[in-house]
């Protein structure tokens, strides 16, 4: 908790230098120390209203811009909701996959605890991302993720919601919907994202 304040500090002291961020560039301070900033406009009711109350509940300080503003249009975003933290970024409105980039970019303690037991189980004994995959016998995309993993020698850990109470459970924290639920470490992936999620995957797994 110490570590959020400071982070939350640090950001709100770095808040003038707003207006030299770039979409492209990633949300940083002076000092190279990330910030967040959520690209939102017209029409964007409900789930920009949904994403910013998340963020705001995990006591991360964060910059809105409307993409329909003069300052908004500079920075290029033709698409929003976009979330951007550091060098990460999220388009469209999955909450989770939001909650998922502040932790990969803050660490574990904007978690709840609920979301901290089942992502723990993403990280081996030397906290290195693995792949989880939550889904269950009878799903079509499930076995279509299956395959891909064991086509390309990707290590995974497969959890059959409907075998396994604690995976049920982790599954229900990370308000899951629907299956396949990938996630690699921290980073999340729903439905079947082949290119996205082999992306993720070379990227964050040794």
């Given at each position: 908790?110490?570590?959020?304040?400071?982070?939350?500090?640090?950001?709100a002291g770095?808040?003038?230098?707003?207006?030299?961020w770039s979409?492209?560039?990633g949300a940083?301070?002076a000092?190279?120390?990330?910030l967040v900033?959520v690209?939102?406009g017209p029409?964007?009711n409900?789930?920009?209203?949904?994403?910013?109350?998340?963020?705001?509940?995990?006591?991360?300080?964060?910059?809105v811009?409307?993409?329909s503003?003069?300052?908004?249009?500079?920075?290029?975003?033709?698409t929003?909701?976009l979330?951007?933290a550091?060098d990460?970024r999220v388009?469209?409105?999955?909450?989770?996959?939001?909650?998922?980039?502040?932790?990969e970019v803050?660490?574990e303690?904007?978690l709840t605890?609920?979301?901290?037991?089942?992502?723990r189980?993403?990280?081996?004994?030397?906290g290195?991302p693995r792949?989880v995959?939550?889904g269950?016998a009878?799903?079509?995309f499930?076995?279509?993720q299956r395959a891909?993993?064991?086509?390309?020698?990707i290590?995974?850990v497969?959890?059959?919601v409907?075998?396994?109470?604690?995976g049920?459970?982790a599954y229900?924290?990370?308000?899951?919907?629907?299956?396949?639920?990938?996630?690699?470490?921290y980073r999340?992936f729903q439905?079947?994202?082949e290119r996205?999620?082999?992306?993720?995957i070379?990227?964050?797994?040794p």
């Amino acid at each position: 908790m110490k570590k959020l304040l400071f982070i939350a500090l640090l950001a709100a002291g770095a808040w003038q230098l707003h207006g030299t961020w770039s979409a492209a560039d990633g949300a940083f301070d002076a000092n190279g120390n990330p910030l967040v900033r959520v690209f939102v406009g017209p029409g964007c009711n409900k789930p920009c209203e949904d994403l910013k109350r998340t963020i705001r509940r995990r006591g991360i300080p964060f910059d809105v811009v409307d993409v329909s503003s003069p300052e908004g249009r500079s920075h290029g975003v033709d698409t929003y909701p976009l979330t951007v933290a550091g060098d990460r970024r999220v388009a469209g409105s999955s909450t989770m996959e939001v909650v998922g980039l502040l932790a990969e970019v803050y660490g574990e303690e904007v978690l709840t605890a609920a979301e901290r037991r089942a992502m723990r189980g993403h990280f081996d004994a030397a906290g290195n991302p693995r792949v989880v995959l939550y889904g269950t016998a009878w799903c079509g995309f499930c076995k279509r993720q299956r395959a891909l993993f064991r086509d390309e020698g990707i290590a995974f850990v497969d959890i059959d919601v409907e075998a396994s109470p604690q995976g049920k459970a982790a599954y229900d924290a990370l308000r899951g919907f629907g299956y396949p639920l990938v996630y690699v470490g921290y980073r999340r992936f729903q439905g079947y994202r082949e290119r996205d999620l082999l992306a993720a995957i070379d990227e964050l797994v040794p």
